[in-house]
């Protein structure tokens, strides 16, 4: 199973016959339509507010997808739930590592190890080999505490944006992005990991 991410604003998704269809603009102003199989689909995200048929998000929600929803720069906006959840154990697990204090800062520091991961190969693929996260991850293990935790993240925050600038030449105000995370298996885990990140 897999997750169907929709980046594309002006993409629209709709169904056909027992298959979804993505169909997104060319830039010659044609239209490239491709169909998706629905039975290989866990849950489908959408960034950046692509369009969504009636259709299409009643079938999803029939065959028990969720969709959920992001800003273009990848802050959670809500979601559409089925109305019975196929992972309603899943979904138990996570309430019960919400209320153990210890397995909660385990998967916080498995978010922000993550990020802070992904985030230094990133920039050493674009040749900033010294880069200010070098050795990091190693930090954000040893910290005892959600405040220690956001304190790296914090750091983080405050260091890879520079970094990421010079990288790619931006300019302005860089508002935020889209990352992937290693083991994420839901978006509601996700999105409570990230509450007490303070990344939300």
Same mark, same amino acid.
């Given at each position: 199973m897999s997750t169907l991410y929709l980046t594309q604003p002006d993409a629209v998704l709709s169904k056909k016959h027992e298959a979804f269809h993505i169909a997104l603009k060319q830039e010659d102003g044609s239209w490239k339509k491709q169909p998706i199989p629905a039975q290989t689909l866990e849950d489908i995200v959408l960034l950046g507010y692509p369009s969504i048929t009636g259709e299409a998000l009643g079938y999803a929600l029939e065959l028990g997808l969720p969709v959920h929803y992001l800003t273009q720069f990848g802050k959670y906006v809500g979601s559409a739930l089925p109305g019975e959840s196929r992972n309603g154990q899943l979904r138990l697990a996570q309430f019960r590592a919400h209320e153990d204090p210890n397995q909660r800062l385990d998967i916080v520091k498995t978010l922000v190890k993550g990020?802070?991961?992904?985030?230094?190969? /990133?920039?050493?693929?674009? %040749?900033?080999?010294?880069?200010? /996260?070098?050795? !990091?991850?190693?930090?954000? /293990? !040893?910290?005892?505490?959600?405040?220690?935790?956001?304190?790296?993240? #914090?750091?983080?925050?405050?260091?890879?944006?520079? #970094?990421?600038? !010079?990288?790619?030449?931006? #300019? %302005? !105000? /860089?508002?935020?992005g889209f990352v992937v995370l290693p083991q994420i298996r839901s978006m509601h885990c996700l999105v409570l990991a990230m509450d007490y990140c303070g990344l939300r």
């Open positions: 990020k802070v991961h992904n985030q230094y190969n /990133l920039l050493y693929r674009r %040749g900033q080999t010294d880069n200010p /996260l070098k050795g !990091r991850e190693k930090l954000v /293990l !040893r910290q005892q505490s959600l405040e220690e935790v956001r304190g790296v993240e #914090a750091w983080r925050r405050g260091n890879i944006l520079p #970094a990421g600038r !010079r990288c790619w030449g931006m #300019a %302005g !105000r /860089l508002r935020g």
